[in-house]
């Protein structure tokens, strides 16, 4: 399984932007799959889950509301759509999954959020 992000930038506070995680691989059998996120100097957290389904998602606090993660499973994809970004919402985003007992990870996107 290869997970490829895309669509990080620079982005002034209040702004929007649109994360997306292609998967490629043995993505017949991709299950849940969820975004994290790590800023400097701060342990990674995460961000997000969406089922397989994409019929259930759960969010951390600090994103809710704000954040939404959907999925395109004829796409082999996930999304993170970022509303009213904050200062705060600066770091490496990255998405992952498990397949069996394996983690897969992403190289991950940068996301800056000027003030």
């Known amino acids: 399984v290869q997970l490829v992000e895309s669509g990080g930038g620079l982005v002034q506070a209040g702004g929007s932007l649109r994360l997306s995680c292609a998967a490629s691989?043995?993505?017949?059998?991709?299950?849940?799959m969820g975004w994290y996120r790590q800023a400097p100097g701060n342990e990674r957290e995460l961000v997000g889950v969406?089922?397989?389904?994409?019929?259930?998602?759960i969010y951390a606090d600090s994103v809710k509301g704000r954040f939404t993660i959907s999925r395109d499973n004829a796409q082999n994809a996930i999304y993170l759509q970022m509303n009213s970004l904050k200062p705060e919402d600066t770091a490496v985003y990255s998405c992952?999954?498990?397949?069996?007992?394996?983690?897969?990870w992403g190289q991950g996107t940068q996301v800056t959020v000027s003030s």
């Open positions: 992952n999954t498990v397949v069996g007992k394996r983690v897969y």
């Open positions: 969406i089922s397989s389904s994409g019929g259930s998602t």
């Open positions: 691989g043995s993505t017949f059998s991709i299950n849940a």
